[in-house]
C-alpha cells in the first residue's frame, strides 16, 4: 500500500480537498508532467468523480517533445536543457491551450545530479497557469533518491494548485438575515 511518504508526504487529506475545491470551482486541469512522469496525472485521477476536471495530460520527457507538443521556446529549451521556471511555465500554458482548460500544471527537472551540466543537486520547476497568471516554484532535491524527488516535486505542483485555487476562489459572503420573534 502506497503511503504519504511514497507520495512525497502529500496526504490523503490534501488529496481529497484539492478533489472537492475542484470538483466546486467548476475547473478543468491538464498536466505536463516531465520529471514526475505521471505521477500528477496519477493523483489527480485517483478519486472518484475525477473526470469533473482532470482533461488529461502528458509526458514529455524529451526536450524536443516540450517544443513540438507543448510550445515551448526551442531556443530557450536548448539553452536552459529544458529546465527552468520559463520551461515549466510555458508547458503549463501549452498543455492547458492543447487541452482547452482553464488550468495547466508542469514539471520539468533534474531526478538526479548532472555533472556535465553543472547540476550537483538534483532540482525542479513546477508551474500552474490559470486564466494568464502563472506560478512557478522551484523543488530543491538535496538529499533525495529519484523517485523521492519525484514524489516530492509532483507533491509540491498539486500544493500550488490548491494555493492557487484558495486564492482565486471569491471571497465568502455572508448574507444574515435579521428575524424578529413574534
Same mark, same amino acid.
Given at each position: ?53 482532470? #482533461? *488529461? ?6 526536450? %524536443? ?6 510550445? &515551448?521556446?526551442? /531556443?530557450? !529549451? =536548448? ?51 490559470? #486564466? *494568464? ?6 523543488? %530543491? ?6 523517485? &523521492?524527488?519525484? /514524489?516530492? !516535486? =509532483? ?28
Amino acid at each position: 500500500m502506497e503511503t504519504d511518504k511514497d507520495r512525497g508526504g502529500w496526504t490523503e487529506a490534501e488529496g481529497r480537498s484539492l478533489h472537492t475545491a475542484l470538483l466546486a470551482g467548476g475547473w478543468r486541469v491538464a498536466v505536463a508532467e516531465s520529471l514526475t512522469v505521471g505521477r500528477v496525472q496519477v493523483e489527480l485521477g485517483r478519486w472518484s468523480g475525477a473526470s469533473g476536471y482532470f #482533461a *488529461g495530460g502528458l509526458t514529455c520527457y524529451a526536450a %524536443e517533445a516540450k517544443v513540438r507538443l507543448l510550445g &515551448a521556446d526551442a /531556443a530557450h !529549451v =536548448a539553452e536552459v536543457n529544458a529546465v527552468s521556471a520559463r520551461v515549466a511555465e510555458e508547458m503549463a500554458c501549452g498543455v492547458a491551450r492543447l487541452f482547452g482548460c482553464e488550468v495547466g500544471l508542469a514539471t520539468t527537472g533534474y531526478a538526479e545530479p548532472d555533472a556535465a551540466r553543472g547540476v550537483a543537486t538534483p532540482y525542479a520547476w513546477v508551474a500552474v497557469a490559470r #486564466a *494568464g497568471d502563472t506560478r512557478t516554484e522551484r523543488v %530543491e532535491g538535496e538529499g533525495l533518491d529519484r523517485t &523521492a524527488l519525484q /514524489a516530492a !516535486v =509532483a507533491a509540491a505542483v498539486l500544493r500550488l494548485l490548491a494555493q492557487t485555487l484558495s486564492a482565486a476562489a471569491p471571497p465568502l459572503q455572508l448574507n444574515l438575515v435579521r428575524t424578529t420573534a413574534k
